[in-house]
Antibody, heavy 124, light 108 residues
Framework: EVQLVQSGAEVKKPGDSLKISCRVSGYSFSNYWIGWVRQMPGQGLEYIGI????????RYRPTFQGQVTISADKSVSTAYLQWSGLRASDTGIYYC?????????????????WGQGTMVTVSS | IVLTQSPGTLSLSPGQRATLSCRAS???????LAWYQQKPGQAPRLLIYYASTRAAGIPDRFSGSGSGTDFTLTISRLEPEDFAVYFCQHCGSSLRCTFGQGTKLEIK
């Protein structure tokens, strides 16, 4: 079974560092892009960025460039999202998701498998 | 690219037909347009990709259509479990993606 399992909820103070994880199983980690999506309380979905674990090619939405870092470790089939200085405005649920591939091998340009989400609360 | 969904909230009864709209700020390839369903406390679930292809396990009462700047998600006969929030999404060839703001489908 294809699964993306995310790390547990976090409560942090402004200025803290944080690294959350997304461990995948059931498919070849290196061969699929993994994206990150934020959902602030009661709000919609915001795309943060994406990584290709095979060569660590990483792309960020301009709004998030410099604010977060996306990485991946092939040895443990895990993708990460990290902050070096959290702000209250970073509070929200963070989802990882796999970019699907059609049977033909071309990108489906959609996220077919999602993690369960990690709730991040930043408060003094 | 900005995606604008309408209406913001749609109030219907089970058995009725739902039509949700997603308009792009510029023409996009239909290959890059997807729809998701999200229920409270759950992660989003992929419904439609390539604008009109149902994802695995999605009932055939869900259908997608459209091209250029205007796309539609139709639910032919609403079941109680269909009341949720729906998002459209576009990913460009460079994998810069964006979501619409969502349409809440609520029971009338």
């Amino acid at each position: 079974e294809v699964q993306l399992v995310q790390s547990g909820a976090e409560v942090k103070k402004p200025g803290d560092s944080l690294k959350i994880s997304c461990r995948v199983s059931g498919y070849s980690f290196s061969n699929y892009w993994i994206g990150w999506v934020r959902q602030m309380p009661g709000q919609g979905l915001e795309y943060i960025g994406i990584i290709y674990p095979g060569d660590s090619d990483t792309r960020y939405r301009p709004t998030f460039q410099g604010q977060v870092t996306i990485s991946a470790d092939k040895s443990v089939s895990t993708a990460y999202l990290q902050w070096s200085g959290l702000r209250a405005s970073d509070t929200g649920i963070y989802y990882c998701a796999r970019l699907g591939i059609k049977p033909s091998g071309s990108y489906a340009y959609s996220f077919d498998i999602w993690g369960q989400g990690t709730m991040v609360t930043v408060s003094s | 690219i900005v995606l604008t969904q309408s209406p913001g909230t749609l109030s219907l009864s089970p058995g009725q037909r739902a039509t949700l709209s997603c308009r792009a700020s510029q023409s996009v390839s239909s290959s890059h347009l997807a729809w998701y369903q999200q229920k409270p406390g759950q992660a989003p679930r992929l419904l439609i990709y390539y604008a009109s292809t149902r994802a695995a396990g999605i009932p055939d009462r869900f259908s997608g259509s459209g091209s250029g700047t205007d796309f539609t998600l139709t639910i032919s006969r609403l079941e109680p479990e269909d009341f949720a929030v729906y998002f459209c999404q576009h990913c460009g060839s460079s994998l810069r993606c964006t979501f619409g703001q969502g349409t809440k489908l609520e029971i009338k």
